[in-house]
């Protein structure tokens, strides 16, 4: 929402020709999301594990490089999505912002704010859209929510709640590198809570280990319940989990003085069943987030298309990206100490 952009003007009338940086989980999602869209081709992926890029490059159309700056100065590149590992995001915005390309990155921006304060000039000076991958905001359903929100439908936001549980823990590879709750799993939910509440002054956050020796190993929480406020007074309670029975537990609610706005879980079919032994029952959850955000993820793609081809920032930007990372330092901190931290997001 918030990166300033004069959006290039090398990308009109023709499908946007994209560089894919990274092949793996994500990438595999962008990959099949530049292929199905009208507005866009995948011109080359970019992997040192070659055999990755080469798999998408099979199915989707481009070439295959294991060197991640030649696509990027590609001539015939027109924008690139970032979806190789966190450790290499800033470089590689960086490296676009040289080339003067047009970015969607996926989160977070680093696990350092260091790190991510060094670029942060620049990337308020871009003169092409940097844009960050969170999902969340392209929901279809969070969305409406959010629409109706800003609309007015239950007055002014009171409160809001985010369940986000995944359905069970990461290996243990993913934990040791991931930076913890927070700034991995947690981050999603500070952004979503940003959507509705930009200023956040102050964090209260608890940190679990209730199931999982892996991530207190790793000196990492297996669940968080988490507090903000608003500058307004506004309220945002997340709860989170690495593990959920039920599937997928991705919900929101929003309340206000004239009413309650909820979405709910989202399952594979509408069809319920009611029998002697249980009362209108369904599907279990969609299974994790390529399921549950299949048309978020899409969704994104065309925000930032558009805003590549011309159109108007929509996609949350590097100031978002930054901001999630400050909340989620805030977090790490507020739960380590036992105490509330009060932040300043405009500094
Ligand atoms: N928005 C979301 O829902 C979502 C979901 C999953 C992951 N992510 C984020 O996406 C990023 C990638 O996660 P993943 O789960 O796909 O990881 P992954 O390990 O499955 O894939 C990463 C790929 O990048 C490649 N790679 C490593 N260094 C590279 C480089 N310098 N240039 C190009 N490619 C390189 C690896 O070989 C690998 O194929 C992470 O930052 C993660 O936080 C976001």
Redesign the pocket.
């Known amino acids: 929402m918030t990166s300033p952009s004069t959006p290039t003007s090398s990308a009109v009338d023709r499908p946007v020709r994209i560089a894919l940086?990274?092949?793996?989980?994500?990438?595999?999602?962008h990959a099949l999301g530049v292929h199905r869209s009208e507005g866009a081709a995948l011109q080359v992926v970019?992997?040192?594990?070659i055999a990755?890029?080469e798999s998408l490059v099979a199915r989707f159309g481009g070439r295959a490089t294991?060197d991640?700056l030649a696509a990027i100065t590609a001539d015939d590149v027109d924008a690139v999505v970032?979806?190789?590992?966190?450790?290499?995001?800033v470089?590689?915005i960086a490296a676009c912002l040289d080339a003067g390309k047009p970015v969607l990155c996926?989160?977070?921006i680093d696990l350092d704010i260091a790190r991510v304060d060094g670029l942060r000039e620049r990337a308020a000076q871009a003169s092409v859209p940097v844009a960050l991958?969170?999902?969340r905001r392209f929901d279809p359903h969070f969305a409406e929510l959010h629409r109706r929100v800003q609309a007015g439908e239950i007055g002014p936001l009171e409160q809001l709640t985010i369940t986000s549980r995944d359905p069970a823990p990461a290996p243990e590879d993913?934990i040791r590198a991931?930076g913890g709750i927070f700034r991995?799993m947690t981050i999603?939910d500070f952004d979503t809570a940003r959507w509705f509440v930009p200023d956040v002054v102050a964090v209260t956050a608890v940190g679990l280990r209730q199931f999982s020796d892996v991530t207190a190993r790793h000196d990492d929480y297996d669940g968080a319940v988490v507090t903000l406020v608003g500058a307004g007074g506004q309220s945002v309670s997340i709860t989170n989990s690495r593990h959920c029975a039920a599937g997928y537990d991705q919900r929101l609610e929003a309340t206000g003085p004239l009413g309650t706005l909820t979405v709910g879980n989202a399952t594979d079919t509408l069809v319920r069943s009611s029998t002697g032994a249980s009362g209108d029952s369904s599907a279990p959850f969609q299974t994790f987030?390529l399921e549950r955000?299949s048309q978020a993820?899409s969704a994104e793609l065309e925000a930032f298309l558009s805003a590549v081809r011309g159109g108007p920032m929509t996609s949350p930007g590097f100031e978002d990206g930054r901001a999630a990372l400050v909340l989620a330092d805030a977090a790490g901190a507020s739960a380590r100490e036992g105490r509330t931290v009060r932040v300043d997001l405009s500094a």
């Open positions: 940086i990274g092949s793996g989980r994500i990438g595999q999602v970019a992997d040192p594990f990755g890029a294991a991640a970032v979806a190789s590992p966190t450790s290499t995001h470089d590689l996926e989160k977070p991958g969170f999902n993913y991931s991995d999603h987030f955000y993820y």
